[in-house]
């Protein structure tokens, strides 16, 4: 007898996880799901919520709402202990309401989900030492696009885009007809995601952690130096224009080469756009695998069943069904964003969709910091307050880049001051 019990005692002890995980499943439970998915992929996501309610075999009902001031939304329900169960926002914010996000670093014994399947630098990108805060869902990137009909027209070949930056610049000079209303090069001043894909390409990461401190590297960046110049000049010659969103003159056919991510190609597929698409053009800095990921997290003013709930969608959207298909892929064949996971990646659908191989084709190993540290509180900060009036100051002041950087320089020190 006594033998019995110790061995049910080391049964429990080593299945402790998969009990937590089917204690409640035969009790309903309703839990909110909040996010800010208001575009065409809202009506994908809402769907996806859907098919999980009728097809879950744990009694589960997600009830989404989505909401464009989903943020305020969230900080005032959390603020007054109450809130969903289950949001979805970028790592960014993973800092702003460190205080109420759960650490979900066991949902793979509860679940069974094999974390083998997950890309491990966006994993990394989710987790504060061995913390994980977030879930992957969707990998934001961003990708060289160019127009192959403007690029035969010019004499290039459509199939070849720029290798360097420098090829960049000849290529614009060469694409660009006044005639026609046509720019060689389409990187907007007001775009500051996309300048800061390219700037940290040449000239680095704009903050990192020296000696223990935050340390921003604007003043004197020789990478960035050369970035500014190009795109200045570039404005001045007449090859790139002065728009403040360049994506609808790419997509209307006017441009010839841009830097923009997946959402871009359902216009460009609508209107009929022959274009190429590929990695960023490499820089100074070296190999980089930037992008911004976006993850399901579960807050902390819900109860264990709840939480449990959570962890059973999360596990449902990267389960695939007999046919292979999980609705992680699903997500990825619709909306042309890479997938976080190997199996989706080996799919053959997947294989087959020449975006997906594309945006999927960056080195995970490389590093994927966007533009600072990935674990730099204040990447939207340096974004907004830094970043966005030096390229508006380069574009429409009467001041020289090196100066530009020097007020960048103190916008940020004034950014990383807050967090040293």
């Known amino acids: ?36 998915f208001t575009g065409a992929d809202g009506a994908i996501l809402e769907r996806l919520v859907e098919q999980f309610n009728e097809e879950n075999e744990w009694g589960i009902t997600v009830e ?46 509860v679940t069974g989900m094999d974390k083998s399947d997950f890309i491990q630098s966006y994993l990394d990108y989710c987790s504060e030492g061995d913390a994980l805060y977030l879930l992957p869902f969707q990998i934001v990137g961003y990708y060289m696009m160019w127009n192959k009909d403007l690029f035969e ?10 290798a360097n930056w420098d090829e960049w610049a000849d290529f614009a000079a060469r694409i660009t007809n006044e005639d026609k209303n046509v720019y060689g090069s389409g990187l907007s001043y007001n775009y500051p995601y996309q300048a800061a894909h390219i700037m940290q390409r040449i000239g680095g990461l704009a903050v990192t952690k020296e000696d223990g401190v935050w340390t921003a590297h ?16 570039m404005i001045k010659n007449g090859y790139n224009p002065t728009d403040a969103d360049t994506d609808p003159t790419f997509t209307a056919g006017q441009l010839g080469m841009t830097v923009t991510g997946p959402w871009t190609t359902g216009a460009l597929d609508t209107n009929g756009i022959n274009y190429g698409i590929a990695l960023v053009p490499e820089g100074d800095a070296g190999p980089m695998n930037s992008v911004e990921v976006i993850g399901f997290a ?91 009036p030096l390229m508006s100051a380069v574009t429409f002041e009467d001041i020289s880049i090196e100066d530009a950087l020097v007020a960048a320089q103190a916008n940020a020190d004034a950014v990383v001051a807050r967090y040293n």
């Open 1 to 36: 007898m006594k033998k019995t019990l110790c061995m049910l005692l080391v049964v429990v002890m080593a299945l402790s996880g998969t009990l937590f995980a089917t204690a409640f499943a035969e009790e309903p439970i309703t839990i909110q799901f909040w996010n800010s």
């Open 64 to 109: 989404m709402d989505i909401s464009p001031s989903f943020t305020e939304q969230l900080s005032s329900a959390l603020a007054a202990d109450s809130g969903p169960a289950l949001v979805l926002f970028s790592t960014a914010f993973r800092f702003q309401y460190a205080d109420y996000l759960k650490d979900i670093s066991d949902i793979f014994d």
């Open 153 to 162: 027209e010019a004499g290039l070949d459509p199939e070849t885009p720029p």
């Open 218 to 233: 604007f003043e004197g960046n020789e990478g960035y130096i050369k970035y500014l110049t190009m795109f200045r000049d």
């Open 298 to 388: 579960v807050t902390n003013v819900v109860s264990e069943e709840e939480q449990l709930a959570a962890y059973r969608f999360m596990q449902w959207w990267n389960t695939a069904n007999d046919e292979g298909i999980s609705p992680c892929l699903t997500w990825s064949l619709e909306n042309g964003f890479p997938s976080y996971t190997f199996s989706a990646q080996e799919n053959e659908e997947y294989k087959a969709n020449q975006k997906l191989v594309v945006t999927s084709s960056a080195d995970p190993t490389a590093p994927t910091d966007f533009i600072v540290d990935s674990s730099f509180p204040g990447t939207n900060e340096i974004l907004q307050d830094v970043i966005a």
